[in-house]
């Protein structure tokens, strides 16, 4: 049976997070926001696979989004799916009993929040941010097929 991996973030301060994983601890700098970013330890991402840079990138801007004038939380929220097309990506979030999606884009080498909120994004709210249709079709139906996909210990 194959366990999850999981990557925990620990935020130090506004400009360095540390990422620490099955035996891998590293530190990443974190682009100087204006918001402060309370020092809770959360879970970023939990794979069979290893998470690619991208999505790791797409991951830690969501959770700074999510955590923003945000202090002294009981539980933080983690990142149950995301999906990457060209220059845009949909992260799917769960924090306790609610959860919801935050859509992005890729402006010179920087993750920016397009939308979020509880609940799910559909295609149309996607194109109302300025995301392509053919592009908003396939984030949505690469989330859904994500969903739909049982991991391999519930496949067991």
């Not at 330890?41 to 290893?50: D, G, M, R, V």
């Not at 220059?87 to 993750?111: F, H, I, K, P, R």
């Not at 859904?144 to 049982?150: L, V, Y």
Request: net charge negative; with cysteine.
């Amino acid at each position: 049976m194959m366990k999850f991996k999981k990557l925990a973030l620990l935020v130090l301060t506004t400009c360095t997070v540390i990422v620490i994983g099955t035996g891998v601890a590293k530190a990443i700098l974190v682009s100087g926001n204006a918001h402060s970013v309370p020092a809770t330890p959360f879970i970023l991402a939990q794979s069979t696979l290893e998470i690619s840079p991208e999505a790791e990138a797409v991951n830690q801007v969501t959770i700074e989004y999510l955590l923003q004038e945000r202090e002294n939380l009981p539980q933080s929220p983690s990142i149950s799916r995301t999906v990457i097309e060209e220059n845009y990506a949909l992260a799917t979030w769960t924090w306790g009993d609610a959860g919801g999606q935050t859509a992005l884009s890729l402006t010179d080498e920087s993750w920016t929040v397009l939308t979020g909120g509880g609940g799910a994004i559909d295609v149309s709210s996607l194109e109302a941010v300025g995301v392509p249709s053919a592009i908003a079709e396939k984030l949505v139906e690469g989330d859904r097929t994500q969903w739909e996909t049982p991991s391999v210990e519930e496949a067991e």
